[in-house]
């Protein structure tokens, strides 16, 4: 069965720095990836998705995400994060007919 | 164009009852899928329903069930409910089969469901 790996569960950053959100997923199979936020107590929102195509995905807010089918990766980056920008961040994989999500990580973002 | 509505948003029970979630997809959307998001296991996938039947199931016990309407609503029942079932239950709704990848998930604010 796949699964995704979000290795790290909580990052706090200073306005301004470069962000890296690390996902790793097994499935050896074609995959189809996204990641998707969750701002305090709001819904789910998809911030980009990988289909096929270019392996770096522009997403909403200035995210975007690198697929490196090699590494079975697909981070999340975002060159300078905002305190908005403070949220639970989810990168999920559909393989074998089910979306299967990653644990997620808790972004904090310093003013 | 409305989002993903689900009710009730907030839900307390006791142990052994049962309860039924209610989720409105987008208009237009014809799949509905059910997520289960607590602390400790995450995000996980129940069921995904597609033009009022059962397409994918996830890992959990035959208490949790499911239903679609003709009109793409979709109901999700959870009898003897235990302690284990507090969570934030999402719905998530697409226009083709959520299972096939070509698609994209709209995720509703969710129920959040307390078994005391």
């Known amino acids: 069965a796949q699964s995704v790996s979000q290795h790290n569960h909580h990052v706090i950053l200073s306005e301004a720095a470069s962000l890296e959100l690390g996902c790793n997923y097994s499935y050896g199979g074609t995959v189809n990836l996204f990641w998707y936020v969750q701002y305090p107590g709001q819904h789910l929102q998809l911030l980009l998705k990988?289909?096929?195509?270019?392996?770096l995905v522009k997403g909403i807010k200035g995210f975007e995400a690198e697929f490196i089918k090699s590494k079975f990766s697909f981070n999340l980056r975002k060159p300078s994060v905002q305190w908005s920008d403070t949220a639970e961040y989810f990168c999920?994989?559909?393989?074998?007919?089910?979306?299967?999500f990653g644990q997620g990580t808790r972004l904090t973002i310093n003013p | 164009k409305a989002g993903v509505t689900q009710t009730p948003r907030y839900l307390i029970k006791t142990r052994g009852q049962q309860v039924t979630l209610s989720c409105s997809p987008i208009?237009?959307?014809?799949?509905v899928s059910w997520y289960q998001q607590t602390p400790g296991q995450g995000l996980q996938f129940l069921f995904e329903y597609f033009s009022e039947t059962q397409r994918n199931k996830g890992n959990f016990p035959g208490r949790f069930s499911g239903r679609q309407f003709s009109n793409s609503r979709s109901e999700m029942n959870v009898s003897t409910l235990e302690l284990g079932d507090s969570a934030l239950y999402l719905c998530?709704?697409?226009?083709?089969?959520?299972?096939?990848?070509?698609?994209?998930?709209?995720f509703g604010p969710g129920t959040r469901l307390t078994v005391l």
């Open positions: 990988y289909f096929s195509g270019d392996p």
């Open positions: 998530a709704s697409s226009r083709q089969l959520a299972g096939d990848g070509t698609d994209t998930q709209y």
């Open positions: 999920a994989v559909i393989g074998a007919q089910k979306l299967v």
């Open positions: 208009s237009g959307h014809r799949s």
